[in-house]
């Protein structure tokens, strides 16, 4: 059986400082992993995956993630946040299981 | 560019109605999906599809049904639409075969309104 926990609901970063989505996932074999991406009134746009090649996996908009087996983790970074990463992010460990989503809200 | 089209964007419709929300996709793809999106719930799965004629239960079943009789259409129905099941839906499909590992594409959703 596959879950997958994303671990808050509601994250706040300034402008330019770094932002951390945080997902943990099981797995009863082994994953693929997705970040995706929706902003306000718009559809679901895809970021990332990873699917057993590198475990860092580079995005759009300068987004990455890292999956680390040992910690059941696939954790989304950006080293600058940017007024449009505003958004919600929702982790997916092999599809369909979604999480509950990140709210990204960027202050100036 | 791989295409998921919703038949409505936005659809209002009376307690007890039945409700079709359609959804076609033009990759030939396999699998296609049912998502309903609701506010801190994320999107939890109603049904899917990995091929024509064959469907299964998602995580919220209860009060839809699915047809899939062409591969690129797959439709929900609400058989009697009640006012929980005001969400946003969204359609999805993707390729891969017998599990569903690659990249899912998804349709811009249709906002129902059940009053």
């Known amino acids: 059986a596959q879950s997958v926990t994303q671990l808050d609901s509601h994250v706040s970063v300034s402008e330019g400082t770094p932002v951390l989505l945080r997902c943990n996932y099981s797995?009863?074999?082994?994953?693929?992993l997705f970040w995706y991406v929706q902003h306000p009134n718009k559809g679901l746009q895809l970021l990332l995956k990873?699917?057993?090649?590198?475990?860092l996996v580079k995005g759009i908009n300068g987004f990455e993630a890292e999956f680390k087996k040992s910690e059941t983790s696939f954790h989304l970074t950006k080293p600058s946040a940017h007024m449009s990463d505003a958004a919600e992010y929702f982790c997916?460990?092999?599809?369909?299981?979604f999480g509950k989503g990140t709210s990204l809200l960027v202050t100036p | 560019d791989v295409k998921v089209t919703q038949s409505s964007r936005y659809l209002v419709k009376r307690t007890g109605e039945k409700v079709f929300l359609e959804c076609v996709q033009d990759?030939?793809?396999?699998?296609m999906f049912w998502y309903r999106q609701d506010p801190g719930l994320g999107l939890r799965l109603i049904y899917f599809?990995?091929?024509?004629?064959?469907?299964e239960k998602g995580d919220i079943p209860e009060g839809y049904s699915v047809s899939r009789e062409k591969k690129e259409r797959f439709s929900l129905i609400l058989e009697s639409a009640s006012t929980n099941q005001t969400s946003m839906y969204l359609c999805?499909?993707?390729?891969?075969?017998?599990?569903?590992?690659?990249?899912?594409?998804f349709g811009p959703g249709t906002r129902l309104t059940v009053t």
């Open positions: 990759m030939d793809h396999e699998n």
């Open positions: 990873y699917t057993s090649a590198a475990t």
């Open positions: 797995s009863s074999y082994s994953p693929s």
């Open positions: 999805a499909s993707n390729t891969g075969s017998p599990l569903p590992r690659y990249e899912q594409y």
């Open positions: 997916v460990v092999t599809l369909p299981n």
């Open positions: 599809s990995y091929d024509v004629k064959m469907k």
